[in-house]
Structure formats: C-alpha cells, structure tokens
C-alpha cells in the first residue's frame, strides 16, 4: 500500500500568514492527488484535485503544488475561517489512502 | 448533489449491518462511489470504491472480505454490507461521489456520514 506522510501534524499561525503542509508518497503516484478540507464535526470537502487543480467555488489563496512523490498545499493568507483539518489523498493505486491531516489552529 | 446515508447504529462485536447511501441530484450511474470512514477522533480511512460501468469493486486490507460494496444505478443507491464488526470498524461512514466514473478521480461531494458503534 502507498504510504503517505503528511506534516506537520499541528500548526498555528496568525492571520495572514502564509502557510504550507507538505505530504510525501512512499511511491510516485504521478499527480493522482488531492487535498481535502474538514472544519469539525462537518464532511471532509475537496480543494484540489489532480495535485494542481483548483476546485471551484475555493478560494484563490488555496493552491497545490508537485507530483511524483511530493506535493504541498499551500495557503498563501491565513484567514479565521481557514482553521480545520486538511488531508491529502493518493489516487493513484487501490487501497487509495490518505495523509494522517494537519490540524490548522489561528493564533 | 446529496448524498444521504442511513443505516448506522449500534451493534455488538461479531454483528453485521447493512450501510445506503440515497443519491440526488446528479447522473448516479456515471460516477465511481466510494466509502470512507472516520474514527472518533482520527483521521479519514479510505474503506471501498466501486466503478458504475463495469463493477469493479476494491477495498482496504483492514475491510476486506468483511465489507461488501454494492450500488443500484436504477435506484440510486449505494450499499455497504459490514459484517464480522470489530471495535475498530467504530466510526462514521461517510458516502462519497468521485468527479468521473473510472480510477484517478478525487471525491468531490460528500454525505453528512453516518455514525457505526461497534460494542456490547
């Protein structure tokens, strides 16, 4: 199975920030990948698809980036409402399977 | 889209229960489905997929030859079959519709989940 290491497992920052979590594949999964989104207590919600791809109705300071075996989503200004849990996701082999999530906390 | 699922509860080691997921609002037979479930307090786990034009069904090594997927493209239905229940299937069940009918895709929509206790 396709490991996948996500980090950090925590991170706080302030509002406006930048901010970037990283996942790293235990085997090249090309740009079979996404990023979920999930507030608490709510259904995960998709942000990016095929490593890049912005999903609509998300925000333009949400992008994804790499292929192969790492990728980064990055948030390029924290805002309140961006506080959640984000999970990568591996596509390209079945099982599919999916990072340990980041937890996002604003200072 | 909405996706609905029911059929959650609590049931004794050993027990089975049978997991559907009432799709709306889009073509149900043109997308691949998954089922991904959630721990309390953990992170998300991939469960069970299933291809709408040739069947093809996959699973987790953790469910496998527990949990049956199924789907009706006549009535909208995606199913789990979860037998053998163990205190670690204890989770919420969430439905999920990937982007196109075939590998590769991500899950762009979502159900609300529903909640499997597994304990006597």
């Known amino acids: 199975d396709i490991q996948l290491t996500q980090s950090p497992s925590f991170l706080s920052a302030s509002v406006g920030d930048r901010v970037t979590i990283t996942c790293r594949a235990s085997q090249d999964v090309r740009n079979y990948f996404a990023w979920y989104q999930q507030e608490p207590g709510k259904a995960p919600k998709l942000l990016i698809s095929?490593?890049?791809t912005l999903e609509s109705g998300v925000p333009s300071r949400f992008s994804g980036s790499g292929s192969g075996t790492e990728f980064t989503l990055t948030l390029s200004s924290l805002q309140p409402e961006d506080s959640a849990t984000y999970y990568c996701q591996q596509l390209s082999t079945y099982p599919l399977t999916f990072g340990g999530g980041t937890k996002v906390e604003i200072k | 889209v909405q996706l609905l699922e029911s059929g959650g509860g609590l049931v004794q080691p050993g027990g089975s229960l049978r997991l559907s997921c009432a799709a709306s609002?889009?073509?149900?037979?043109?997308?691949?489905m998954d089922w991904v479930r959630q721990a309390p307090g953990k992170g998300l786990e991939w469960v069970s997929g299933?291809?709408?034009?040739?069947?093809?069904?996959y699973y987790a090594d953790s469910v496998k030859g527990r949990f049956t997927i199924s789907r009706d493209n006549f009535e909208n239905t995606l199913s789990l079959q979860i037998n053998s229940l163990r205190a670690e299937d204890t989770a919420v069940y969430y439905c999920?519709?990937?982007?196109?009918?075939?590998?590769?895709?991500?899950?762009?929509?979502w159900g609300q989940g529903t909640l499997v206790t597994v304990s006597s």
């Open positions: 095929a490593a890049i």
């Open positions: 999920a519709k990937r982007a196109r009918d075939g590998h590769n895709s991500a899950a762009d929509y």
């Open positions: 299933i291809i709408s034009s040739d069947g093809r069904t």
């Open positions: 609002g889009f073509t149900f037979s043109n997308y691949a």
